[in-house]
């Protein structure tokens, strides 16, 4: 089966607010200069052997061209996102209208109102999935998504805010090896991902600040925002095959490829991808 990837289009996208440590205000995108490197990633993922989808963003979300936060998709199911920040939670809605629109079926939450879960937290590695906890996903939020889509979830609590989602310190590659951020988890985090990866490529709080880890893996075919000398000498050994898609002007708000790519089965590439 083909990785899918939801996007949304840039045409509001904007930094009209500040939730993270890489967005002021006084720094605002360049839509134009946006438009040209969203289409080059569709382009890329696609020539990657992606399939992507995408929708159009709203007036007033400026932060919906970040779909991965608004769903954790699994198989045909997906939970809604339940964002920390009100600043984004109109975003959950659309999402959740496109999935429904696809025949996705949703899962319900329980009726606590402290439960927060942002999809860039969520990143699947074989069949189970690892959550980042702390600055956007609660403890509780995190335990709830392997309960709702019935499989493991490994928590990893977040201790740098400059990665305040999971998906900004941790990359699988396949079914054995990720990019790994580890400076980026507490200690309990750094056990558990030692335990369920056996090769992990561990990059710099440095290396991380490029982006690299916030990038898509398309069967070989690794899409990343940059990618730093030594991280691509061991990727390249590896067998990998680097397309860098430059994503700066998404990169003042905080958000790189991953952000910007909906995984639509968070858990089939991985599983599918065992090795032999
Ligand atoms: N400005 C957005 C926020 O702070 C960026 C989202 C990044 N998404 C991600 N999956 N890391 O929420």
Redesign the pocket.
């Known amino acids: 089966m083909n990785a899918r990837f939801l996007l949304c289009s840039p045409d509001h996208f904007d930094v009209t607010f500040e ?2 440590p890489w ?1 002021t205000t006084e720094q605002r995108p360049d839509r134009p200069s946006a438009w040209r490197q969203w289409r080059a990633l569709v382009a890329n993922l696609r020539a990657a052997g992606a399939e992507v989808f995408s929708y159009e963003s709203r007036p007033g979300l400026s ?1 919906m061209v ?1 779909p ?2 608004v769903a954790v998709a699994v198989g045909r199911r997906f939970l809604r996102g339940r964002f920390r ?1 009100p600043e ?1 939670r109109a975003e959950a809605a659309y999402g959740a209208a496109w999935l429904i629109g696809q025949g996705y079926e949703e899962l319900e939450w329980p009726g606590e109102p402290d439960l927060y879960l ?3 937290d969520t990143v699947g590695f074989g069949d189970t999935i690892v959550c980042g906890t702390g600055f ?1 996903t609660s403890a509780e939020a995190a335990r709830y998504v392997g309960v709702a889509h019935g499989v493991d979830v490994v928590s990893v609590p977040l201790v740098d805010p400059r990665f ?2 999971l ?2 310190s941790f990359c699988p590659l396949d079914g054995r090896r990720a990019i790994c951020a580890t400076e980026a988890w507490d200690e309990s985090g750094q056990r558990a991902v030692a335990e369920l990866v056996p090769e992990q490529l561990v990059i710099t709080s440095e290396e991380a600040l490029t982006f690299c880890a ?1 990038a898509v893996v398309v069967g070989e075919t690794i899409v990343m925002p940059a990618c730093p000398p030594r991280v691509r000498a061991q990727l390249e050994e590896w067998g990998f095959r680097i397309l860098v898609s430059g994503v700066s002007e998404f990169i003042k ?4 490829i ?2 910007m790519s909906l995984d639509l089965d968070l858990l089939r590439r991985s599983t599918a991808q065992q090795p032999a």
């Open positions: 939730i993270n967005m932060d970040f991965t936060d920040h984004r942002e999809g860039g956007r305040y989602h998906d900004m916030n708000a905080g958000g790189g991953r952000c």
